[in-house]
């Protein structure tokens, strides 16, 4: 079964840092590229960062460049998402996703590329 299991997530004040991961399976993880994407209560979701399959090209949305790293591990199947400085608009549910072709990448990204999706983390920064 191909599956995506994000974890990771949790309640945090401003300023502070958490990392999330997402552990694939069922799916050769080193030849997609994976992203990350949010959505907050209320709103559509939204592109936060992606990797390409080895790790080479990375791209990351306005709001969090400079404070979130993507980041990725082929021989533990598992991708990251280092979110630093984290501030109360970050707060929202955290997907991971994979597309649907293998070694490509779109930038920027058209989550109708992605075609697996895990089921969430949530991540709520205080104020």
Do not use: H
């Amino acid at each position: 079964q191909v599956q995506l299991v994000e974890s990771g997530g949790g309640l945090v004040q401003a300023g502070d840092s958490l990392r999330l991961s997402c552990t694939a399976s069922g799916r050769a993880f080193s030849d997609y590229t994976m992203g990350w994407f949010r959505q907050a209560p209320g709103k559509e979701r939204d592109f936060v960062a992606l990797i390409s399959w080895l790790g080479g090209t990375t791209y990351y949305a306005d709001s969090v460049k400079g404070r979130f790293t993507i980041s990725r591990d082929n021989t533990e199947n598992t991708m990251y998402l280092q979110m630093n400085n984290l501030k109360p608009e970050d707060t929202a549910v955290y997907y991971c996703a994979s597309p649907s072709l293998p070694r490509s990448v779109t930038i920027p990204p058209e989550q109708t590329d992605f075609d697996l999706w895990g089921q969430g983390t949530q991540v709520t920064v205080s104020s």
